[in-house]
Antibody, heavy 125, light 107 residues
């Protein structure tokens, strides 16, 4: 089971970039997926989430309207289209799979069980 | 509010016990997950659903919750446990915020 991000690079403020996250070793369409980022010297920040079929999407307020999450289950790949990039978007971007464990109460507890190694986005002039 | 607040840093002597807390209103409704994050590596889940350990996580990691506070306890801390720890949950709008993070130093 593996996730591999790609597409990070140096881009000027106001520019665009598309990140990809390729999954392998599992049935990609069965799992919700998320993007998480970490800016230099800062903590982890949840960016966006997408359901397995792709019909349910949520964004952090800080990226709403500028970043767009999507997925192509036929290619086992998730994307993050980044438009109107700002200096504060500079970060390592991780993709992660939402898996679950079944607790002793037989409840399904969802959590990010598989992560990629990250791809670096630098927004600077 | 979906904000999750943690103490910035704690230290623990080798072999001793340390507890990290995470406070947020959403924790009254939704379970907390905890992640360990070391520099240059991907985060790793050490607790999910408040008090469940994912496969492969040592039993020195445990979790609990009470009201609006979730806790992660490391019993018998090892040098390898030195890392940043983040709580994570969700809110009623479908957001999945992380806590502010706690740096754990093992002395």
């Amino acid at each position: 089971v593996q996730l591999v991000e790609s597409g990070g690079s140096l881009v000027q403020p106001g520019g665009s970039l598309r990140l990809s996250c390729a999954g392998s070793g599992f049935n990609f369409e069965n799992n919700a997926m998320r993007w998480v980022r970490q800016a230099p010297g800062k903590g982890l920040e949840w960016v966006a989430a997408i359901s397995g079929p792709g019909g349910t999407i949520n964004y952090a307020d800080s990226v709403q309207g500028r970043l767009t999450i999507s997925r192509d289950n036929s290619k086992s790949t998730m994307y993050l289209q980044m438009n109107g990039l700002r200096v504060e978007d500079t970060a390592v971007y991780y993709c992660a799979r939402e898996g679950y464990v079944v607790g002793p109460d037989r409840y399904y507890y969802y959590y990010l069980d598989v992560w990629g190694k990250g791809t670096t986005v630098t927004v600077a002039s | 509010s979906s904000e999750l607040t943690q103490d910035p840093a704690v230290s623990v002597a080798l072999g001793q016990t340390v507890r990290i807390t995470c406070q947020g209103d959403s924790l009254r409704t939704y379970p907390a997950n905890w992640f360990q994050h070391k520099p240059g590596q991907a985060p790793v889940a050490v607790i999910c659903g408040n008090d469940n350990r994912p496969p492969g996580i040592p039993d020195r990691f445990s979790g609990s919750t009470s009201g609006s506070t979730a806790s992660l306890t490391i019993t018998g801390a090892q040098a390898d446990d030195e890392a940043d720890y983040y709580c994570n949950s969700r809110d009623s709008r479908g957001n999945h915020p992380f806590g502010t993070g706690t740096r754990v130093t093992v002395l």
